[in-house]
């Protein structure tokens, strides 16, 4: 076998465990990130039954910021996580500008983390 075949099947090799390496790690992250998500709103819902009545006040008075932007941030984390492990990399243009690489993650994640913020701060009743 040519030197230059072998080496490119190896390169091959490689670039297909990096890929599944990073698949699996994605979705461990992924499974990391629900079991999180749901021991916090497991912890919140037992809130209650502390002593006094400090937490319970502060979480009813301030639940989209005690609850409502973590959960955002851990939604948007999830949703990028998501669309890059079914579709692969990210790359995306807005407004002439091209996102590709390790921006595109970056971007897309803080483009939905505010839309979900906005929903929350337009829904939310005072």
């Known amino acids: 076998m040519d030197p230059e075949q ?11 465990t990096n890929e599944r390496l990073r698949l699996l790690f994605s979705w461990v992250l992924v499974s990391i990130l629900t079991v999180v998500g749901m021991y916090f709103l497991v912890k919140l819902a037992g809130v209650h039954k502390t002593e006094g009545d400090y937490w319970s006040s502060l979480i009813r008075e301030q639940f989209p910021v005690l609850v409502g932007l973590p959960m955002a941030g851990l939604g948007a984390l999830f949703l990028t996580l998501i669309l890059q492990i079914s579709t692969g990399s990210l790359e995306f243009d807005i407004a002439g500008v ?3 690489g390790a921006a595109a993650p970056i971007v897309f ?4 983390f505010l839309s979900i913020v906005v ?8």
């Open 109 to 112: 994640w803080l483009i939905c």
């Open 6 to 16: 072998s080496n490119s099947a190896d390169m091959a090799r490689i670039k297909t």
């Open 98 to 100: 091209k996102f590709r």
């Open 119 to 126: 929903a929350i701060a337009l829904l939310w009743q005072n």
